[in-house]
């Protein structure tokens, strides 16, 4: 049940600003697309306008090829999970989940056996008669998975599932997600502004800013080749320099071979250089000093350690190390370094997308 999306634009008030622009795309069968972007670059309103619950201005949806634009919500057999749940308090975890068949009007000896089947896949059979007040947010949005399951939907829409959840809980419901959706393989989108949870939940990521796509694709192919220096930065953290090109300083003259011919005879750009790709070294006597930085920061984070360097040319970079590099190097705050390059991406400095 393959959902494609084409040139689809949302206005909230006349004259304004569209909240989407022109967005197309296609979430594969069976698969989990990811609309990866920061806050306000128009996720919800893209999920919100496939499930119907937003009316375009213009465009098409179309859900196992059927064109849905003009479907009523209720035809369009999605299932909808929210980012704050949205149970019904005062019901029983049982009921939460058959709401939706009981508004179907399935018999009741249908609705205790799906019911009992969820119950089994969210991995909560013993819970059935609790109330949402007495779970953990984990369970809360279990719970949520299956109710938007319930009703045997041909798409589900899960809008930042993670997002009132804390780290460790975050991490657990990633992949217990994986292995819910390895068992129902249903095609399913997530919205998120999270990359960590785009890139460990989903095969494919629409990257949207402002309201429009900037790219789609793997997320291995979205992190190792950016089509823009904008989603470059958004995706995996790095260094962006922007200078001449032709100019004498560590960064470009380390990077002159990455440079793209387009791009030579004095043209300003932005080098992109990730905190892993940079690597700390002991500066000797024949290392020149257009090389050289200052450490301002170290910071241990687990077995890496993050440094803040100030190169020779005043632009600060922030490089991740493993521990035991630094270690064995026995590098200190205040002390210079040989900043080098290891992989880097160049592009022109208008990035507008």
Known sequence: MSVVVQGLTKHFSPGS???ISEVSFEAPTGGIT??????GAGKSTVLRAIAGLEIVDKGSIAIDARDCSKVRVQDRNVGFVFQNYALFE?????????FGLRVRKRKRSQIEARVSELLDLIQLPDL????????????????AFARALAVEPKVLLLDEPFGALDVKVRIELREWLHRLHDEIKITTLLVTHDQID???VAEHVVVLFEGKVAQ????HDIYDQPATARVAQFIGG????????????AAVASLRVGVPAGVLNGDRVQVLVRPHDLRLT??????PDLNLGEVLHLRRVGGYVKATVRLANGQHVSVECPKSEIDALGIIQGESVLVNVREAKVFAEDYSI
């Open 17 to 19: 600003a569209p909240a």
């Open 34 to 39: 990811a609309l990866l972007g920061p806050s």
């Open 90 to 98: 005062h019901m029983t975890i049982a009921d939460n989940i058959g």
């Open 128 to 143: 059935r008669r609790r109330f949402p007040g007495e779970l953990s947010g984990g369970q809360r949005q279990r719970v």
């Open 198 to 200: 785009a890139f460990e």
């Open 216 to 219: 789609v694709g793997a997320p």
């Open 238 to 249: 790095a260094n962006m320099l922007t200078s001449e090109v032709q100019a004498e300083h």
């Open 282 to 287: 002991r500066p000797n006597q024949d290392t």
